[in-house]
């Protein structure tokens, strides 16, 4: 939710947005698309999966989560 108040960090040259932390999770969400590759990362879950278009199919068994307050499992 963008009315959310959270930290947010943005390229002061280009204004993309580079991560936000909400104050009351322990994580902080960084813009996968601003890491150098190889990046070294996976997927491990589906979030705002209540938010998806009728005709998409996500077709493996990662956990899904439509208000994303799950704590992954890092393995």
């Given at each position: 939710?963008s009315?959310?108040?959270a930290?947010r960090g943005?390229?002061?040259n280009?204004?993309?947005?580079?991560f936000?932390?909400a104050?009351?999770?322990?994580?902080?969400g960084i813009?996968?698309?601003s890491?150098?590759?190889?990046?070294g990362?996976r997927?491990a879950?589906?979030?705002?999966?209540?938010?998806v278009a009728d005709?998409?199919v996500?077709a493996?068994?990662l956990?899904r989560?439509?208000?994303?307050?799950?704590t992954?499992?890092?393995s």
């Amino acid at each position: 939710n963008s009315k959310r108040k959270a930290r947010r960090g943005f390229c002061s040259n280009c204004g993309s947005s580079l991560f936000w932390k909400a104050p009351e999770l322990d994580r902080t969400g960084i813009a996968a698309g601003s890491l150098d590759v190889p990046s070294g990362l996976r997927l491990a879950a589906h979030i705002y999966t209540h938010q998806v278009a009728d005709w998409d199919v996500l077709a493996d068994e990662l956990p899904r989560d439509p208000d994303a307050s799950f704590t992954p499992r890092w393995s």
